[in-house]
């Protein structure tokens, strides 16, 4: 039985049990997810991570592949951003994740048509004395 084994594995022919082998629906199926090189799938999503200081509030924009800031009140803060992609030119909805920063970081403007498709992102650090924020906008065509 092993040589006839090792003979018809040299034929390509399979003897694998039919009870082993995955059904053919189950072999063949794959989503068009799955298909699809990671620069298409990722296309349609993007994020921009920001971190800097911030000593009470602070507005960040985003548009396209640009940010600034703008002090509401206290000291002028700074930060920097890194864009996966830039922000396109039509109505996306965003979120917000912070991961550091001991005040409040949401989302005030939503890029649209009538803000020039800019995030805006407010900062609020109430305590006395700066501190150092960061967060990730996300967004799904």
Known sequence: ???????????????MPSFMAPPAAFAQRE??????????RNRNRGSISWSGHVDQVMDVS???????TKRINGRKGSGEAVFST????????????????????SIEEQ???SNGYTCVVRIADRRSGGDQ???TLTWDN
């Open 133 to 135: 924020y960061k967060f």
């Open 86 to 105: 830039s922000i396109p030119r039509k109505s996306v909805h965003m979120t917000v994740n912070q991961s550091l920063g001991r005040g409040k970081v």
């Open 111 to 113: 890029p649209s048509r």
């Open 31 to 40: 989503t068009a997810h799955q298909r699809q090189p990671d620069s298409l």
């Open 1 to 15: 039985m092993k040589t006839l084994t090792t003979v018809l594995c040299l034929l390509g022919v399979s003897i």
């Open 62 to 68: 985003f548009q396209q592949g640009r940010t600034w």
